[in-house]
T-cell receptor, first 112, second 114 residues
Framework: EPEVTQTPSHQVTQMGQEVILRCVPI?????FYWYRQILGQKVEFLVS????????KSEIFDDQFSVERPDGSNFTLKIRSTKLEDSAMYFC??????????FGDGTRLSIL | KQEVTQIPAALSVPEGENLVLNCSFT??????LQWFRQDPGKGLTSLLL?????REQTSGRLNASLDKSSGRSTLYIAASQPGDSATYLC?????????????FGEGTQLTVNP
């Protein structure tokens, strides 16, 4: 069964550094998402992306965050200047029109 | 603002028992509702999707129901097994636009004891 893949599985970064999290969505899906889950808290929506532009973003997704689909397969989340509170599990998801969102295994981001 | 609540927060049952997990949401204007399973340190596995026009969906030993007007969904697990031990998450999609967000509950942590 096709799946969403995320790399790396764990990223450790110094505060203030830039980090890029990478995702390969399911190949025939058109909608892409990023969510995050701070340890012990709910999964929170960050942003959705369709047709090479952001279709919706949450209040968490401020100017420090950006997303990009640099080629036909990858979907990336960049955090420009990381803060301690950015430490979380980041999940990528993708979906077809109107159907289930399928999630990757996540990238655990640890900010030191 | 949509709020999703799941009760109970944790549940421990002996193997073979039938059980019900509850999810409630504050805004009944949803497009669909999705149930997920999350194993420790892992991603979310989609279990069932119920469209707002549907009342229930079934997959194997799992049955999910939706009462949109009262803002409730239940996930019924029949004949539970130790392999069912995981956290179960409920999420609602608010809009008809396919890119619209999922809003998650905090989950029910299920332990099935052999």
């Amino acid at each position: 069964e096709p799946e969403v893949t995320q790399t790396p599985s764990h990223q450790v970064t110094q505060m203030g550094q830039e980090v890029i999290l990478r995702c390969v969505p399911i190949s025939n899906h058109l909608y892409f998402y990023w969510y995050r889950q701070i340890l012990g808290q709910k999964v929170e929506f960050l942003v959705s992306f369709y047709n090479n532009e952001i279709s919706e973003k949450s209040e968490i997704f401020d100017d420090q965050f950006s997303v990009e689909r640099p080629d036909g397969s990858n979907f990336t989340l960049k955090i420009r200047s990381t803060k301690l509170e950015d430490s979380a599990m980041y999940f990528c998801a993708s979906s077809e029109v109107g159907l289930s969102q399928h999630f990757g295994d996540g990238t655990r981001l640890s900010i030191l | 603002k949509q709020e999703v609540t799941q009760i109970p927060a944790a549940l421990s049952v002996p193997e073979g028992e039938n059980l019900v997990l509850n999810c409630s949401f504050t805004d009944s204007a949803i497009y669909n509702l999705q149930w997920f399973r999350q194993d420790p340190g892992k991603g979310l596995t989609s279990l069932l999707l119920i469209q707002s026009s549907q009342r229930e969906q079934t997959s194997g030993r799992l049955n999910a129901s939706l009462d949109k007007s009262s803002g409730r969904s239940t996930l019924y697990i029949a004949a539970s097994q130790p392999g069912d031990s995981a956290t179960y998450l409920c999420a609602v999609r608010r809009g008809e636009t396919s890119g619209s967000r999922l809003t998650f509950g905090e989950g029910t942590q299920l332990t099935v004891n052999p």
